[in-house]
């Protein structure tokens, strides 16, 4: 039996999946930004009556995204599927968008630390049917089991400790933000930051505090002589992982180490929480990597990892799912770096 695709309400595909994996793959979180898109699709990928998958794409201009608004988002199992039930739920996407005039379909993957299991038999689906890589990210990771222990500035490279000890030593204190004021600052901060460097802000305030509603969440403001110089906001993304969604710090104060303060403060905090990593998320766009941000994730214990996005134009072919490939080594792709 070939599996289809029913359209659903929101309610109805919360009570179908009910472990949606990650905060980027809530109904909740999609409808707060519904204003982003023409439709939203809330899929699920059945065989008779058995629903085997389900995803959320945001639909504009004949174009479906998954996440419309969100790093990253990606279709979840809803009960055991083997490799090949994959390969025909991509079939059955491709000719559901042909069915409802979808142009184009895009997806942007979490790092595969968030679910390298099912990420890895998507990522492996939707190449062989013909889905184009249009960006392949570097992501940086904190382990927490690593890097939250007291002897944490001998593990890190030579660079990141000293900006550390230079911050320690200045009198920067951290504050965990609670007060509306606080985090109104610490927001200022990184738009201060994005502006002063030319990048866009996409939340404001209120979208952001309409954000925090949903989802665990900590900001973090470092002061100096009372006044904030830097900040770090993260989301609890998923039960083990928080990732930082913004960060900025004033450019004057580029060389104080007090981002190398603020991450060193995370990775206790988060750490002594239960936490088992922090998804610093990409050091770059577009694939194309920012090399300075590069070198300070790196210098905080960050360690690489890949965040993928794939583009199909529909009705443009389809590549056969039964090609088999053959590797000198066990994979042609390594994800242990991921893992």
């Not at 090949?84 to 968008?97: I, N």
């Not at 969604?245 to 603020?262: D, E, F, H, P, W």
């Amino acid at each position: 039996m070939a599996l289809d695709i029913v359209r659903v309400t929101p309610s109805e595909y919360m009570d179908s999946v009910p472990d949606r994996r990650i905060f980027f793959n809530e109904p909740s979180f999609t409808e707060l930004n519904r204003d982003k898109v023409e439709e939203i699709y809330y899929l699920l990928v059945k065989k008779g009556n058995s629903p085997r998958f389900g995803m959320i794409l945001g639909v504009k201009d004949g174009v479906a995204k998954s996440p419309f608004s969100a790093p990253y988002a990606y279709p979840v199992v809803i009960s055991t599927a083997h490799v090949e039930a994959f390969d025909e739920a991509v079939g059955a996407l491709e000719r559901y968008c042909i069915d409802n005039d979808i142009k184009e379909i895009r997806f942007t993957f979490p790092p595969f630390l968030y679910d390298e299991d099912i990420l890895s038999v998507w990522t492996s689906a939707m190449y062989r049917a013909g889905y184009e890589p249009i960006s392949i990210d570097i992501n940086y990771i904190l382990d927490l089991e690593a890097l939250n222990r007291e002897d944490y500035e001998m593990i890190i490279p030579k660079k990141g400790r000293s900006h550390l000890r230079k911050a320690k030593a200045s009198g920067i204190e951290i504050v965990r933000c609670v007060e509306e004021k606080d985090i109104a600052e610490a927001y200022e901060v990184i738009v201060e930051n994005h502006n002063a460097k030319g990048f866009p802000t996409h939340m404001s305030l209120k979208q952001l505090k309409d954000t925090f509603i949903l989802v665990p969440h900590e900001v973090f403001l470092a002061k100096l002589d009372g006044k904030g110089i830097a900040s770090m906001i993260y989301y609890e993304t998923s039960k083990d992982i928080v990732e930082c969604i913004y960060s900025g710090y004033l450019l004057k104060y580029s060389n104080s180490g007090v981002m190398n303060l603020l991450s060193w403060y995370a990775i206790r905090f988060f750490g002594d929480k239960g936490y088992k990593y922090i998804d610093r998320a990409t050091a770059g766009k577009d694939s194309i990597p920012n090399y300075g941000l590069c070198d300070f994730k790196e210098s905080i214990g960050g360690k690489r990892s890949l965040k993928y996005s794939f583009r199909k134009i529909i009705g443009g072919g389809y590549r056969s799912l039964r090609i088999v490939l053959s590797f000198k080594s066990e994979s042609a792709i390594s994800y242990q770096e991921v893992a």
